[in-house]
Nanobody, 123 residues
Framework: QVQLVESGGGLVPTGGSLRLSCAFS????????LGWFRQAPGKEREFVAC????????YYADSVKGRFTISRDIGKNTVSLQMISLKPEDTAVYLC????????????????WGQGTQVTVSS
Protein backbone atom coordinates (compact mmCIF):
# COMPACT_ATOMS: atom_id res chain seq x y z
CA GLN A 1 0.00 0.00 0.00
CA VAL A 2 1.35 3.40 -0.98
CA GLN A 3 1.75 5.91 1.81
CA LEU A 4 2.35 9.62 1.28
CA VAL A 5 3.32 12.11 3.97
CA GLU A 6 3.57 15.82 3.22
CA SER A 7 5.60 18.38 5.11
CA GLY A 8 6.84 21.94 4.75
CA GLY A 9 3.68 24.00 4.91
CA GLY A 10 3.37 27.16 6.96
CA LEU A 11 2.51 30.84 7.09
CA VAL A 12 4.40 33.21 4.77
CA PRO A 13 3.89 36.81 3.62
CA THR A 14 2.95 37.71 0.06
CA GLY A 15 6.00 37.26 -2.13
CA GLY A 16 7.51 34.67 0.16
CA SER A 17 8.69 31.15 -0.60
CA LEU A 18 8.07 27.65 0.71
CA ARG A 19 9.27 24.19 -0.19
CA LEU A 20 6.86 21.31 0.28
CA SER A 21 8.02 17.72 0.44
CA CYS A 22 6.16 14.43 0.16
CA ALA A 23 7.68 11.17 1.38
CA PHE A 24 6.59 8.09 -0.58
CA SER A 25 6.69 4.55 0.83
CA UNK A 26 5.16 1.14 0.41
CA UNK A 27 5.78 0.46 -3.27
CA UNK A 28 8.39 1.05 -5.99
CA UNK A 29 8.71 4.82 -6.26
CA UNK A 30 9.73 4.82 -9.92
CA UNK A 31 6.50 3.03 -10.91
CA UNK A 32 4.36 6.00 -9.85
CA UNK A 33 3.75 9.43 -11.24
CA LEU A 34 3.27 12.09 -8.59
CA GLY A 35 1.09 15.14 -8.41
CA TRP A 36 0.43 18.10 -6.17
CA PHE A 37 -3.09 19.39 -5.73
CA ARG A 38 -4.57 22.02 -3.46
CA GLN A 39 -7.91 22.66 -1.86
CA ALA A 40 -9.09 25.91 -0.36
CA PRO A 41 -12.11 26.11 1.98
CA GLY A 42 -15.35 25.82 0.05
CA LYS A 43 -13.58 25.06 -3.22
CA GLU A 44 -12.94 21.94 -5.23
CA ARG A 45 -9.59 20.19 -5.29
CA GLU A 46 -7.39 21.91 -7.86
CA PHE A 47 -4.46 20.62 -9.91
CA VAL A 48 -1.13 22.33 -9.21
CA ALA A 49 1.66 20.27 -10.78
CA CYS A 50 2.63 16.72 -11.69
CA UNK A 51 5.73 14.83 -12.68
CA UNK A 52 6.35 11.68 -14.67
CA UNK A 53 7.92 8.43 -13.50
CA UNK A 54 11.55 9.47 -13.79
CA UNK A 55 11.00 13.21 -13.71
CA UNK A 56 11.45 13.72 -17.44
CA UNK A 57 8.12 15.48 -17.89
CA UNK A 58 6.45 18.05 -15.68
CA TYR A 59 3.13 19.85 -15.99
CA TYR A 60 1.78 22.91 -14.23
CA ALA A 61 -1.47 24.76 -13.76
CA ASP A 62 -1.42 28.10 -15.54
CA SER A 63 -1.86 29.88 -12.22
CA VAL A 64 1.48 28.61 -10.89
CA LYS A 65 3.66 28.44 -14.02
CA GLY A 66 6.91 30.27 -13.51
CA ARG A 67 6.46 30.34 -9.74
CA PHE A 68 6.27 26.67 -8.71
CA THR A 69 8.67 23.86 -9.55
CA ILE A 70 7.98 20.17 -9.01
CA SER A 71 10.83 17.68 -8.71
CA ARG A 72 11.43 14.15 -7.51
CA ASP A 73 14.39 12.46 -5.86
CA ILE A 74 14.54 8.79 -6.83
CA GLY A 75 17.15 8.02 -4.18
CA LYS A 76 15.12 9.54 -1.34
CA ASN A 77 11.64 8.56 -2.60
CA THR A 78 10.41 12.11 -2.28
CA VAL A 79 8.63 14.63 -4.46
CA SER A 80 8.98 18.32 -3.76
CA LEU A 81 7.19 21.50 -4.71
CA GLN A 82 9.28 24.66 -4.60
CA MET A 83 7.02 27.70 -4.42
CA ILE A 84 8.17 31.30 -4.88
CA SER A 85 6.41 34.64 -5.27
CA LEU A 86 3.51 33.32 -3.25
CA LYS A 87 0.18 35.10 -3.40
CA PRO A 88 -2.78 35.11 -1.00
CA GLU A 89 -4.75 33.09 -3.57
CA ASP A 90 -2.22 30.28 -3.15
CA THR A 91 -3.56 29.71 0.37
CA ALA A 92 -4.88 26.15 0.62
CA VAL A 93 -4.20 22.67 1.90
CA TYR A 94 -1.65 21.12 -0.44
CA LEU A 95 -1.93 17.41 -1.09
CA CYS A 96 0.47 14.96 -2.65
CA UNK A 97 -0.95 12.18 -4.82
CA UNK A 98 0.39 9.12 -6.64
CA UNK A 99 -0.76 6.96 -9.54
CA UNK A 100 0.81 4.19 -11.56
CA UNK A 101 1.81 5.06 -15.07
CA UNK A 102 1.63 8.43 -16.76
CA UNK A 103 0.96 11.64 -14.83
CA UNK A 104 -2.46 13.24 -14.96
CA UNK A 105 -3.94 16.64 -14.17
CA UNK A 106 -7.18 15.10 -12.93
CA UNK A 107 -7.47 14.28 -9.24
CA UNK A 108 -9.87 11.46 -10.15
CA UNK A 109 -6.97 9.58 -11.74
CA UNK A 110 -4.99 9.33 -8.52
CA UNK A 111 -5.57 6.46 -6.14
CA UNK A 112 -3.25 7.45 -3.32
CA TRP A 113 -3.29 10.67 -1.32
CA GLY A 114 -1.48 12.19 1.59
CA GLN A 115 -3.19 14.02 4.44
CA GLY A 116 -2.09 17.43 3.20
CA THR A 117 -0.14 20.36 4.56
CA GLN A 118 -1.52 23.85 5.11
CA VAL A 119 -0.04 26.79 3.21
CA THR A 120 -1.21 30.24 4.24
CA VAL A 121 -0.06 33.38 2.46
CA SER A 122 -0.80 36.59 4.31
CA SER A 123 -1.65 39.77 2.43
Amino acid sequence: QVQLVESGGGLVPTGGSLRLSCAFSGRTFSSYSLGWFRQAPGKEREFVACISLFGVSTYYADSVKGRFTISRDIGKNTVSLQMISLKPEDTAVYLCAARQGRPSMSPDDYGYWGQGTQVTVSS
